[in-house]
């Protein structure tokens, strides 16, 4: 099955009001359903599955992730609605490193007040103004990157230095050959950043090695794991070595089309990408590929791969039974290699020095790891190390504890929380599993002495009930469960009962679940019962 051709831009015979209204206004679905011929019902279904274009009165979105709430999101959100502004509260930005986070429009807005609202008088174009980025400005955006270069701390992904173009890495992967480069990645050690955890030269290899010689590459840039902000860092300072690695992936597998799936709240790493794409072909590299953007319209399951896969195809974004696996039939049914931003920003480097220099890299694990940090830290920000380095070590490039550390939150909401006393764990994909969690996409939130695990955990459960797509009964069903459970302990009063039944839904979920997200939503609660049960006994006394 070949990719169906765009639509004629026939934008002229739209009625004004459907071309500037956005969103799943009425009269949208049957207009489009009437230029493409694709039923209104598939339209309307489709678009109403992505928050973004589900309800488009709300302009005004407050990110309540755990980073933004410790910074006080909760009172930002009731100032705007206070004001009468259509505003509601989501999660999350990818804006952790400056909370709190707002979105207007798709415009991310940093370090927003509720004086700040107050100020603006209702007028959300003076905050546009005093805090969104722009590319005068992305130094503030991009937050902390450390720490400095040094012989003795040799990087990868070095998102201090400058972009280059000169596609050396490209000509070099195209000299070795797909079975060179395959053994270079084995050596290397390289596996999925984007949470998984997954050797890359195993897929590279499946994938040319299948008889079907149509092939895709798709870059998954969805960043939407609460705490998470590093593919940001790496699409807005070092696009060149994303697309250096795509245009190296897409030789050395067969492939001639490169999707590029940009969570829809990127605006300025679009730009970013979308120029160095440019560059890079103008320099006379790659100029046989085929790079296509692609926008997210906000549905933090299309992070998934093959629910990503899916909102290509133009459907909701729903994940896939597996088998089969992408690799033999992904994007409209062909073989396709999918990697996260920073897994594909590495292959540069490996190309360059090699798959040993890489394994060296690292302590515990192969290679540099891009670590983001967020929370009761001095600075938050991306920090890239050696994989393996303990939180401690990772806090003292970050500047420091805010307040006595409690508990943390090694990868993203996904993996739970872990007490202050396993602060001495490597923070790799192997130590971190043995401890009931998980590194993740390393997006690390750090809890002083003030935080309440209860709250923290009812936190993650909100944004796991409201993002589950509800494709299978046990993530749709469990996920509001859980968080119902807590919401009627915490305000009604209810004893401990009201939790009894954790544990068996953790395990139906963990068991039945099609995908990832609903095996990892009840550990944020399940990980702050067992290790901080004092924070849920005030539940009980009231």
């Not at 280059?164 to 290397?188: C, H, I, M, N, P």
């Not at 807005?236 to 590029?260: F, H, S």
């Not at 494709?471 to 009201?498: D, M, S």
Request: proline content about 7%; hydrophobic content about 40%; some cysteine.
């Amino acid at each position: 099955m070949q990719p169906p051709s765009p639509p004629a831009d026939d934008r002229s015979e739209m009625p004004h009001e459907v071309q500037t209204a956005g969103g799943l206004r009425p009269g949208v679905s049957a207009e489009v359903a009437r230029r493409t011929g694709v039923p209104e019902a598939h339209v309307y279904g489709t678009s109403s599955f992505f928050h973004l274009l589900a309800d488009p009165d709300t302009k005004v979105r407050v990110c309540t992730g755990l980073s933004c709430q410790l910074a006080g999101s909760h009172e930002l959100l009731a100032q705007a609605q206070a004001s009468g502004l259509p505003a509601k509260g989501c999660s999350c930005l990818a804006a952790c490193d400056a909370p709190p986070a707002v979105l207007r429009d798709r415009r991310v807005l940093t370090e927003v007040t509720p004086a700040d609202v107050e100020a603006a008088a209702g007028d959300w174009r003076r905050l546009v103004a005093a805090h969104a980025p722009d590319e005068a400005s992305e130094r503030r955006w991009r937050g902390h990157v450390g720490p400095e270069r040094s012989e003795e701390q040799p990087l990868a992904m070095d998102l201090l230095a400058e972009p280059d173009f000169t596609g050396a890495a490209f000509a070099q992967a195209g000299a070795w050959g797909v079975e060179r480069l395959v053994e270079e990645l084995k050596a290397s050690g390289l596996q999925g950043r984007g949470g998984a955890g997954f050797p890359a030269h195993i897929k590279w290899n499946a994938v040319s090695n299948e008889a079907e010689t149509t092939r895709y590459v798709v870059l998954n840039a969805d960043e939407g794991e609460p705490g998470t902000f590093k593919d940001r860092e790496v699409l807005l300072r070092r696009p060149d070595l994303v697309v250096e690695g795509l245009a190296i992936a897409a030789q050395a597998i067969g492939a001639q089309d490169i999707y590029l799936y940009l969570r829809g709240e990127f605006e300025l790493p679009w730009r970013t990408i979308e120029a160095a794409i440019a560059t890079f072909q103008g320099n006379g590299h790659g100029t046989d590929l085929r790079f296509h953007l692609h926008a997210g319209h906000g549905a933090y399951i299309c992070g998934e791969e093959t629910a990503l896969l899916e909102a290509l195809e133009g459907k909701r974004g729903m994940p896939r039974l597996k088998p089969p696996f992408p690799t033999q039939v992904g994007l409209w049914g062909k073989p396709t290699l999918i990697h996260n931003v920073e897994t594909i920003a590495c292959v540069p480097a490996i190309v360059r020095h090699g798959g040993a220099w890489f394994r060296d890299l690292g302590r515990t694990e192969p290679g540099t790891k891009l670590y983001c940090i967020s929370g009761h830290v001095v600075r938050p920000g991306t920090y890239e190390l050696p994989l393996g380095v303990t939180l401690d070590e990772l806090v003292a490039a970050a500047g420091g504890y805010v307040g006595e550390l409690k508990a943390f939150s090694p990868g993203g909401a996904s993996s739970g929380f872990l007490p202050a006393e396993q602060r001495d764990l490597p923070l790799d994909y192997g130590n971190l599993a043995k401890a009931g969690s998980m590194l993740g996409s390393a997006g690390l939130v750090v809890l002083n002495q003030d935080a309440n695990l209860r709250d923290a955990a009812l936190e993650q459960l909100r944004f796991f009930s409201a993002e589950s797509c509800g494709q299978c009964a046990p993530c749709r069903i469990g996920t509001r469960f859980l968080e119902e459970a807590v919401e009627r302990r915490k305000r009604q009063g209810v004893g401990p009962e009201a939790l009894d039944q954790v544990a068996e839904i953790a395990w139906q979920m963990n068991e039945g679940s099609i995908c990832g997200l609903g095996q990892a939503a009840p550990l944020p609660l399940t990980s702050a019962l067992q290790y901080f049960p004092e924070d849920f006994a005030e539940d009980a006394a009231r």
